[in-house]
T-cell receptor
């Protein structure tokens, strides 16, 4: 089947930028998504990008999409300790959504 | 505030027991989903439903069944719980897949 891949761990210092990367394989996906999961909680939709866009910015979050390389990234500017969580990349795949394994972001003070 | 509510946060069951995980949404969403989440494997789709009394198998339906008697409620059933079904179970719903999902807080099930 189609896979969404992302690295499992990322560690940054407070105040630095974080970049979480994802590759996907289904070129027919209409939307691509980033979800955030805080400890002990479900997933929360953080942001999404339509497949005909290259970039989307929302306050400290920047999503970049390279459709040719099927590469999606999430940049968090001025990373804070409250940003520590697991971040999931996802693509819509016909009638459901396909998720990556999640990247655990650790923010060190 | 829209909500997906899973009835239990933590559950401990014995091998062989029949287990019911309940999920209720208050957003009048047609589409509901059950996932399990395991470290390093991400989310894997067990079953989903587009409408009342309708169900479709996901990627890993073996050992599970579902029930959707009312639009707002989607139940996951473990017919005979086994230790390899120890996991975090997440319910989600949406009006349209393209809008993204709203997730419940999850049920951490331990089968002993």
């Amino acid at each position: 089947g189609e896979d969404v891949e992302q690295s499992l761990f990322l560690s940054v210092r407070e105040g630095d930028s974080s970049v979480i990367n994802c590759t996907y394989t289904d070129s027919s996906s209409t939307y691509l998504y980033w979800y955030k999961q805080e400890p002990g909680a479900g997933l929360q939709l953080l942001t999404y990008i339509f497949s005909n866009m290259d970039m989307k910015q929302d306050q400290r979050l920047t999503v970049l999409l390279n459709k040719k390389d099927k590469h999606l990234s999430l940049r968090i500017a001025d990373t804070q300790t409250g940003d520590s969580a697991i971040y999931f990349c996802a693509e819509n795949d016909n009638n459901d959504m396909r998720f990556g394994a999640g990247t655990r972001l650790t923010v060190k003070p | 505030d829209v909500k997906v509510t899973q009835s239990s946060r933590y559950l401990v069951k014995r091998t062989g027991e029949k287990v019911f995980l309940e999920c209720v949404q208050d957003m009048d969403h047609e589409n509901m989903f059950w996932y399990r989440q395991d470290p390093g494997l991400g989310l894997r789709l067990i079953y989903f439903s587009y409408d009342v009394k309708m169900k479709e198998k996901g990627d890993i339906p073996e050992g599970y069944s579902v029930s959707r008697e009312k639009k707002e409620r989607f139940s996951l059933i473990l017919e005979s719980a086994s230790t390899n079904q120890t996991s975090m179970y997440l319910c989600a719903s949406t009006l349209n897949v393209e809008y993204g999902y709203t997730f419940g807080s999850g049920t951490r099930l331990t089968v002993v």
